[in-house]
């Protein structure tokens, strides 16, 4: 069974329909990114997966439909997103910030574990954690919006454009960290803009073009897709 069954999804913004009808499934473990132009419709499926816009379609999580279920609610289930920006509380510390992560689990020394193992994911976080949230470099922030995401326990990280502004040698350390993540065992769905690098880390994906899904497949055949080629990775 699929983790997480998307079918017919549809988003507006108003009378722009950002999303039309678009169909995916992600299974438990796998990491599956979606790419596509500037203003395709990524980020917005993304963030009516995590219920942060209403959305009409199907969206089915471990078999069951999230779409009347209350935020909260998702991250008890296992559905942790980071998004575009990062959101992080800049006037927090780096670790109230990670504890903020934990706010729907009670158990304390599975909490104390995480911690930890955000320290040993982030070592600079480790460094920081006494530093004001804002104060952070971009890739820290970034960094820190993954950690405290993880820090719910989630079973499927929604990540919403963790490149963006950030130097190439930042990026690849985060993508680094998005490999590990994933070979944990967290089910992945990344948006990004950088087809190449999202390709590179993941095992299938989805093109998205004016709100539809153009093209799907694993990330390897696409990789040798001309047409990817030429439309997405610039060549
Ligand atoms: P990008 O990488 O530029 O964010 P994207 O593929 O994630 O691209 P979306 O941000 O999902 O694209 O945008 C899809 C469409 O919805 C675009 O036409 C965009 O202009 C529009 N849109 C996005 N956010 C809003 C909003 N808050 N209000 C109105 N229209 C919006």
Redesign the pocket.
Known sequence: MSLLEVHDLNVS??G?K?VRGISLEIAAGELVCLI?A????????LKALARLLPASGKILYQGRSIVQMPVYDLVRQGIALVPEGRGIFGRLKVEENLLMGAYSRSDIHGIRRDLDHSYHLFPRLFERKTQQAGTLSGGEQQMLAIARALMSRPRLLLLD?PSMGLAPLMVNKIFDTIRAISADGVTILL?E?NARLALDVSHRAYV?EG?TICLSGEASTLLDDPQVRHAYLGE
């Open positions: 913004y108003g722009i950002a596509g500037n203003g395709a419709g990524k980020s917005t499926t454009e948006v803009q998205m709100g």
